[in-house]
Each structure stands twice: as C-alpha cells, then as structure tokens.
C-alpha cells in the first residue's frame, strides 16, 4: 500500500515531455503509465526530454497502484508519485444544533 497517501491527497508525478502537438498541448510520458497523456502547456519554451511536475488529487488507493485525477483517471504505481499536500477535512465553525434555551 501507498505509503503516507491518502484518498484526497494532492500529489506530484514527473511526467517527461515527448513532443509538442499543437501550439497549446504538450504530449507527455507518464512512469508505469501506459500510454501517452496530453497536457495544456500556454508556454512555448517546453523542450522534448524536458521534465515536468503534474499535480492531482488521489481518487482510488489499492495494494501497489494509485488513481489519481488529472483531468482523467490515472493509475499508476505508487512509487511514481509524491505527497504534495495532505487532505484536511473541513471543520465546522458554528454547532450542528442551536443551543438548549
């Protein structure tokens, strides 16, 4: 299992970039994925070879592999990906029920 990750959980995969399909995506290369994912990249200085950081939150955690959202469901191993931010449940600042009068 996925050490110290959590469902809700941000974190970060290095993908390696392979090429550029048109003026605003960017195909990339995922470790232990598959297959190629293109990406949204505004900027014109990304370079083939070039490593880039995707951030997700974690969807789905099974014994070895990790889901994580980045615009679609990825699953990869979970050594490929990094803890970036952990999950905090929202806290509630004002009681469920008004007080006794």
Request: charged residues 20%; positive net charge.
């Amino acid at each position: 299992m996925a050490q110290g990750i959590k469902i809700g959980d941000e974190v970060a995969i290095t993908a390696t970039v392979r090429r550029r399909v048109t003026e605003d995506h960017v195909s990339v290369s995922i470790p232990s994925y598959g297959q190629p994912h293109p990406i949204v990249d505004q900027t014109a200085k990304v370079q083939k070879g070039q490593h880039i950081e995707l951030i997700g939150s974690v969807t789905h955690i099974d014994e070895n592999h990790v889901t994580v959202n980045l615009c679609i469901s990825v699953t990869l191993d979970a050594g490929t990906v990094r803890l970036v931010t952990p999950y905090k449940p929202p806290t509630r600042k004002t009681p469920r029920m008004d007080k006794a009068t």
